[in-house]
């Protein structure tokens, strides 16, 4: 009997830096990863628009376009706004590391790096943007809708984009109004639980959402967590 072989998931990885640009391809390869390689953010970008990757590893420091244009670019992009992007950098200061978050990278992770762990923080990114099956198109809260197809917030009347990961944990929110989670809890439905990511990003998420939604939405529980209002 003849055995399908397991599709390869494609990596667009993007670095200026052409010792680091071959060791990167060299392990995706290694863990059977399909690689696609720029050396410029310009280039990142147009290659992303012509191969459709599943994952996309961006270095901040690059010429042409940096890496958090070139993420910009990719959230704005109806092809490629859900795809994840890992944020490789050797700058690490709180600021920058927001920055990426705030652009809508998924992970951001600084340099040097090991590589069995960005190579683990892939595959838990590929995991969970696969993990959830047919979920509802529209979801409805009070004054808040949902669109999961559309990527697409309406609130109050008024229409909002989200970079994928806030969008993410909105859409988790919603889907159980007034349940309490702790950020683990948060950090393993939309992060994936093999992700090396801290409670500290889903604090910049949950800061970010509201801003843009209101202070009102998301409650705090002290020494829990997060809760979304139940109307």
């Known amino acids: 009997m003849a055995h399908t072989l397991p599709e390869r998931r494609t990596v667009l990885i993007v670095d200026d830096e052409q010792d680091l640009l071959d060791l ?11 690689t696609i390689v720029a050396l410029d953010g310009a280039a990142g970008f147009s290659q992303a628009q012509r191969s459709n990757p ?15 244009e070139v993420c910009q670019r990719i959230r704005q992009d109806a092809k490629l706004r859900d795809k994840p992007v890992i944020m490789l950098t050797a700058r690490t200061e709180d600021q920058d590391y927001i920055e990426g978050l705030d652009v809508g990278a998924d992970i951001y992770i600084g340099k040097p790096v090991s590589m069995p ?7 838990a990114l590929l995991r969970s943007a696969g ?15 949902v669109n999961r197809d559309r990527y697409l917030v309406v609130h109050n009347g008024e229409e909002i984009r989200l970079p994928r990961k806030e969008f993410d944990l909105l ?16 950090l393993d439905a939309v992060w994936g639980n093999r992700s090396y990511v801290t409670d500290r990003t889903v604090d910049v998420h949950v800061r970010k959402l509201r801003e843009k939604l209101g202070s009102g939405l998301i409650a705090t529980i002290t020494g829990v967590g997060y809760k979304l209002k139940a109307y």
């Open 24 to 34: 990167l391809k060299y392990n995706f390869e290694k863990e059977g990863f399909r």
């Open 54 to 68: 599943d994952l996309i590893v961006l270095d901040i420091m690059m010429p042409k376009l940096n890496g958090v």
């Open 117 to 123: 762990v960005l190579v683990s923080q892939a595959n």
């Open 131 to 145: 993990r959830t099956q047919n979920p509802p198109d529209v979801l409805r809260l009070g004054a808040l809708e």
């Open 171 to 186: 859409y988790f929110l919603v889907s159980n109004p007034g349940r309490v989670f702790r950020r683990q809890d948060l």
